[in-house]
C-alpha cells in the first residue's frame, strides 16, 4: 500500500470558520509534510514532521496549525483564513526525512470565501 | 528560490520518447537532482533521482552530464497518459525539496 489519502477531497469555508484537513498514511512512513499549492505554480512547502515532532516550519502564518496525533496521522488546523488562502493543500510522506521519496496524496481544494 | 531551469512546455508524440531537459549549473557536490511530475488535479508523483550516474527505473531514464551541470529525463515511449508538468528539482535531501516552475509535457496523438 504506498497510498496517502486526504480529506476531504472539497472545502468551503468562510473566514471566520475553524475547519481541518486530514492526512493519513499505513506505509509506516515517519515524515510527513504538508505542501501548499496556489493555481498553476508549483507546490511550496509548509511543514515537516519528522516521528512526530515539528521539524520545518517554512514560516507559515499561525492561521495555520498542523498536528502530528501519531505516526500514521497528520492533521492541518484552519482558522480566520483570508480568500488568498484558498489552494491545493497536499500532504506528502516518507519513510524518514532525508533521501527517501515522498509520496503525495492527491490534496485537499480550499475555498475561503 | 528553485535552483533548476527548465523549458516552460514541450510536445511530444505517443510512442515517441519525450526528451524533458533540465540546467542545473550551481549544483553542488552532495545534491541529488529528484524528478517528480504531477498530473493535472492530482498530487506530484516521484520519477526518479540520481547523484551523478545515469540511473533507469520502470518509468524513465535520467541523464547526468559528467560536470553535473545539466540533466535529461528521458520517457522512452511516451503515452497520453504521460501528459503532466515534470518538475526537476536540486537538493541534499528530500526534506525540503523546492519546486520550480517545471515543464508542461503535453502528448498528442
Known amino acids: 500500500d504506498t497510498e496517502v489519502t486526504q480529506t476531504p477531497k472539497h472545502l468551503v469555508m468562510g473566514m471566520t470558520n475553524k475547519k481541518s484537513l486530514k492526512c493519513e498514511q499505513h506505509m509506516g512512513h515517519r515524515a510527513m509534510y504538508w505542501y501548499k499549492q496556489k493555481a498553476k505554480k508549483p507546490p511550496e512547502l509548509m511543514f515537516v514532521?519528522?516521528?512526530?515532532?515539528?521539524?520545518i516550519n517554512e514560516s507559515v502564518p499561525s492561521r495555520f496549525s498542523p498536528e502530528c496525533p501519531n505516526s500514521s496521522l497528520l492533521n492541518l488546523h484552519l482558522h480566520a483564513l483570508q480568500p488568498e488562502d484558498s489552494a491545493l493543500y497536499l500532504c506528502?510522506?516518507?519513510?524518514?526525512?532525508?533521501?527517501?521519496?515522498?509520496?503525495f496524496g492527491p490534496g485537499t481544494r480550499l475555498t475561503v470565501l | 528560490d528553485a535552483k533548476t531551469t527548465q523549458p516552460t512546455s514541450m510536445d511530444c508524440a505517443e510512442g515517441r520518447a519525450a526528451n524533458l531537459p533540465c540546467n542545473h549549473s550551481t549544483i553542488s557536490g552532495n545534491e541529488y537532482v529528484y524528478w517528480y511530475r504531477q498530473i493535472h488535479s492530482q498530487g506530484p508523483q516521484y520519477i526518479i533521482h540520481g547523484l551523478k550516474n545515469n540511473e533507469t527505473n520502470e518509468m524513465a531514464s535520467l541523464i547526468i552530464t559528467e560536470d553535473r551541470k545539466s540533466s535529461t529525463l528521458i520517457l522512452p515511449h511516451a503515452t497520453l497518459r504521460d501528459t503532466a508538468v515534470y518538475y526537476c528539482?536540486?537538493?541534499?535531501?528530500?526534506?525540503?525539496?523546492?519546486f520550480g516552475t517545471g515543464t508542461r509535457l503535453q502528448v498528442f496523438p
Open positions: 528539482i536540486v537538493s541534499p535531501t528530500t526534506d525540503k525539496l523546492i
Open positions: 514532521y519528522s516521528y512526530e515532532k515539528l521539524s
Open positions: 506528502a510522506s516518507s519513510l524518514r526525512t532525508g533521501r527517501d521519496t515522498q509520496y
